[in-house]
């Protein structure tokens, strides 16, 4: 497969950057998901890939190759976009060959690569109908059928499940990763679903007003964002400013013990929801005890988040819902020192 490097790749578009000076290294076989809000470049990014931008600044190189300019017809690329774009009048397995169609693919070979494609999508079934009788999720899995079967070196998708209902795209997810994992081709995924780009990817890249804010693993993302804005995107709800000497973080609230050294300039901490321990009785032997009371509940089916004062500060912790604590009940939180991130910048 091809490995994808893009070396400070910026986009100008008059006087306005669009992407500033971006650097990535993706893998051969790696799935990687472009995440950020709208408007912050990622699909900027996915056209230049593409061929179907051309970067102002920087290189653009398949496998080693400089193919900055390259048109991208002379890419071997695929791309999935948003909209599925099928033809209304053609069926599923004429839509499928149409690609191989434009670039003068025997007969005999394109049947072949139908048959194993269809397979492959599991659309066997639904060959002879046309797109105004597929669900979403069929149409969407006939795009990709279209572009797969060009046997693409690299698969590029642009918010490809965002006309999808909540439960139509929690099964094509996991049917794209499967398939990628199968066929083990370089993917890069665009979204601004932090859901979606933690459960596809081996790798995001985060992207904020045209600048990468942090490339890593969707568990490091998580755990440790390396800026307050990067926690705020990810959902962290219990960011605080606090006073951090060696392992030690004073909060309005208490002194918790952190995990080590934190990382130089620190000035805040994260606690995720789901990692506090929530007490009806003050715990022995727990560490970075908090005495507080709940203020608010919210409750979500599986689980529940309370909103707990704690001196002056709320701080909210997400449990299952094998309990219900009422409002107004004093409770003690707890929280072990792995699970306690320090960032740099105030909240």
């Known amino acids: 497969m091809t490995t994808v490097l893009l070396k400070g790749v ?15 290294d993706i893998a051969s076989g790696e799935l990687v998901a472009l995440l950020g809000p709208s408007g912050c470049g990622k699909t900027t990014t996915l056209r230049m890939i593409a061929g ?8 653009i190189c398949f496998d080693g190759k400089d193919v900055s300019e390259v048109p991208v017809q002379d890419r071997n690329v695929g791309m999935v976009f948003q909209r599925y774009a099928l033809f209304p009048h053609m069926t599923v397995e004429k839509n ?20 194993e494609i269809l ?14 009788q597929l669900s979403g999720g069929q149409m969407q899995r006939v795009a990709i059928a279209r572009t797969l079967i060009t046997n693409p070196s690299v698969l590029m998708m642009d918010e490809p499940l965002a006309n999808l209902d909540t439960k139509l795209r929690g099964e094509m997810r996991r049917f794209i990763r499967d398939l990628q994992q199968r066929l083990g081709i370089t993917t890069i995924f665009v979204t601004h679903d ?46 605080f400013p606090a006073q951090i000497s060696g392992n ?13 050294n934190p990382p130089e300039g620190s000035q805040s901490v994260m606690l995720r929801s789901e990692a506090i321990d929530l007490h009806l009785e ?22 529940i988040t309370y909103g707990v004062t704690c001196g002056g500060n709320t701080v909210n912790v997400t449990e299952q819902s094998r309990r219900i604590v009422d ?10 020192p792995e699970r306690i991130w320090a960032i740099k910048g105030t909240a």
Do not use: C
Not at 52 to 59: N, Y
């Open 10 to 24: 910026r986009k100008d578009f008059g006087s306005f950057t669009a992407i500033s000076n971006i650097d990535l």
């Open 52 to 59: 179907l931008e051309i970067p102002s600044a920087g290189q």
């Open 96 to 115: 499928v060959l149409f690609g191989l169609k434009v670039r003068g693919v025997g007969k005999t070979e394109a049947a072949e690569r139908l048959e």
């Open 119 to 132: 397979d492959v999508v599991q659309l066997q079934q639904f060959r002879h109908r046309f797109p105004a």
């Open 194 to 239: 932090q859901i979606e780009a933690m459960e596809l990817a081996d790798r995001v890249a985060v992207i904020f007003d045209g600048k990468l804010a942090q490339f890593d693993t969707p568990d490091t993302l998580y755990k440790h964002p390396n800026s307050i804005e990067i926690a705020d995107f990810m959902g962290a709800t219990n960011v």
């Open 248 to 260: 030690s973080a004073v909060l309005e609230f208490g002194t918790l013990t952190l995990n080590g």
């Open 282 to 303: 003050q715990p022995e032997g727990a560490q970075n005890v908090v005495e507080g009371t709940i203020a608010t509940r919210d409750f979500f089916g599986a689980n």
């Open 327 to 336: 409002v107004g009940r004093p409770v003690w939180l707890s929280i072990s």
